[in-house]
């Protein structure tokens, strides 16, 4: 038996699963305490977050909280782990194109700016210390990184707390923990997270994942359009401008869910030239092109229709 709750947070569907019923009540409590917590400390949205009091502080040394740190550790190892394709400095960028205070990227100017991320090697963190500098002007936005962990650290809270084996999905981003049910853990996975009792728009696929994490990856679920052109979230941290149209989906498995978003996120922001590094990370990870087509690498499963 399982038990399952599933609501929306964060612009998202959130849902968790229990493989012990008497697990839900307080590990959806968990959850949602862990998410507020991570809101208060790395929310780019609301203008109290300490993300965002970071952002006004004029370029010295501030003290940050440990989950803030922690925050931002995960972020600049992404970073580091794909060369810069995964930087927490574009939030300048995504201000100025329009998705600053509008998480659902409804927003629109007239004109769109091109801002270039300053790079990740701008933050420096201690800590040891417990502070952060980032140069005056630099804005930070974790939303490469933040989602995924919280999952994973949500998943392993929950099950330490109660025993249960634990699936956390927020969005696209997946997270289990604890013994799986039998048969693993049956994972939807789509262009746009949408409730299991919807039909799916676009191509889609269930897998079985029994530990770490999957995460999807995608230019169809934050999309606007400004001054005529079609824009999403995940930029090109170089260029400031949303990565070029090759993948509209890329779904990954890794020992954590962390570490499956910042591939396959890496793997939008790279298009076509992500296939050699994919190869060298060697994961398992499904990519839909523009059109629809399904490619493989890395020992993913064949398709299984939902």
Do not use: Y
């Not at 990184?145 to 392993?156: F, H, L, N, P």
């Not at 799916?200 to 999957?214: D, E, I, K, M, Q």
């Not at 020992?255 to 994961?283: E, M, Q, Y």
């Amino acid at each position: 038996m399982t038990a399952a709750a599933e609501w929306s947070a964060w612009t998202c569907r959130v849902r968790l699963v229990v493989t012990d019923p008497a697990a839900l009540a307080p590990g959806r409590a968990l959850l949602t305490r862990r998410m507020a917590a991570v809101d208060r400390a790395c929310s780019r949205f609301r203008a109290d977050s300490e993300l965002s009091l970071l952002g006004r502080a004029g370029g010295g040394w501030t003290p940050v909280s440990p989950l803030l740190a922690e925050a931002l550790a995960v972020a600049l190892r992404a970073a580091e782990l794909t060369d810069g394709d995964v930087d927490p400095t574009v939030g300048g960028a995504l201000v100025s194109l329009a998705h600053d205070g509008d998480p659902l990227g409804t927003g629109a100017r007239a004109e769109p700016a091109v801002v270039p991320a300053p790079g990740w090697h701008t933050v420096e963190l201690d800590r040891a210390a417990g502070r952060v500098r980032v140069p005056a002007g630099v804005l930070l936005d974790l939303g490469a990184t933040a989602k995924a962990w919280t999952a994973d650290r949500a998943a392993a809270e929950i099950t330490a707390a109660t025993g249960s084996g634990v699936l956390v999905a927020i969005g696209g981003d997946v997270a289990v923990a604890g013994p799986a049910p039998a048969g693993g853990w049956r994972v939807r996975v789509e262009d746009v997270t949408a409730p299991l009792d919807r039909r799916p728009t676009g191509p889609c696929a269930v897998v079985t994942v029994r530990s770490g994490g999957l995460a999807t990856s995608g230019t169809r679920a934050r999309r606007w359009q400004q001054a005529g052109l079609h824009l999403h979230h995940l930029l090109d941290p170089r260029t400031g401008l949303p990565a070029r149209p090759v993948w509209r989906t890329v779904s990954v498995a890794a020992g954590s869910c962390v570490d499956a978003n910042t591939v396959s996120t890496a793997t939008v922001v790279r298009g076509d030239g992500a296939w050699p590094w994919l190869r060298a990370v060697r994961v398992p990870a499904r990519l839909v092109t523009e059109d629809g087509a399904v490619l493989t690498v890395g020992g993913w499963p064949a398709e299984s229709a939902a």
